[in-house]
Antibody
Framework: EVQLLESGGGLVQPGGSLRLSCAASGFTFSSCAMSWVRQAPGKGLEWVSAITGGGGDTYHADSVKGRFTISRDNSKNTLYLQMNSLRVEDTAIYYC??????????????WGQGILVTVSS | EIVLTQSPGTLSLSPGERATLSCRASQNFGSDYLAWYQHKPGQAPRLLIYGASRRAIGIPDRFSGSGSGTDFTLTISRLEPEDFAVYYCQQYGSSRAFGQGTRLEVK
């Protein structure tokens, strides 16, 4: 059974930093691209960042480019999202999502339960 | 950049009725790389359909997807109580954009 467990969320002040983690199990982690997708309060799903199975290529939405960095440790079956210079508008539930392949094109086979990040003073 | 527009924004139906949800792309992305997800409050989103019409593992056959080019449809043939949720389409070829969602609510 595929399991994706996010951690590291919480309350942070504007301009602060936070690192999210996603512990994966139940599948061959290195064979799957991974992404972070978020949902702001009252809004829809927004893709944030993606990384290929091997970790060699990363992609970020324009809204987070230069502030967020996605990475992975395939030896630990863990996905990360380093979030710097956080803004109030980054407040959202952040989901870890498993891609159906190591690289594009892929849909999201499985999702974690999500972790709340609140940016507020 | 491809923009996906879902309609209607909210759909009010009763259990047992048929639901038809639309997803229109701003340009023809020349493939069937279109997925549908179901999302309930407090839960992880769930993959329903990929490749425009292929049901994901474990998805009941009352869910079906169709379409090509710029117009795609998710149909739920007979609504069950557990089907009331928000539904998103996503183009996963050249972009990873989601539509804004359709809320399916009990009438």
């Amino acid at each position: 059974e595929v399991q994706l467990l996010e951690s590291g969320g919480g309350l942070v002040q504007p301009g602060g930093s936070l690192r999210l983690s996603c512990a994966a199990s139940g599948f061959t982690f290195s064979s799957c691209a991974m992404s972070w997708v978020r949902q702001a309060p009252g809004k829809g799903l927004e893709w944030v960042s993606a990384i290929t199975g091997g970790g060699g290529d990363t992609y970020h939405a324009d809204s987070v480019k230069g502030r967020f960095t996605i990475s992975r440790d395939n030896s630990k079956n863990t996905l990360y999202l380093q979030m710097n210079s956080l803004r109030v508008e980054d407040t959202a539930i952040y989901y870890c999502a498993q891609g159906s392949a190591a690289a594009r094109p892929y849909y999201f086979d499985h999702w974690g339960q999500g972790i709340l990040v609140t940016v507020s003073s | 950049e491809i923009v996906l527009t879902q309609s209607p924004g909210t759909l009010s139906l009763s259990p047992g009725e048929r639901a038809t949800l639309s997803c229109r792309a701003s340009q023809n992305f020349g493939s069937d790389y279109l997925a549908w997800y179901q999302h309930k409050p407090g839960q992880a989103p769930r993959l329903l359909i990929y490749g425009a019409s292929r049901r994901a593992i474990g998805i009941p056959d009352r869910f079906s997807g169709s379409g090509s080019g710029t117009d795609f449809t998710l149909t739920i043939s007979r609504l069950e109580p557990e089907d009331f949720a928000v539904y998103y389409c996503q183009q996963y070829g050249s972009s990873r954009a989601f539509g804004q969602g359709t809320r399916l609510e009990v009438k």
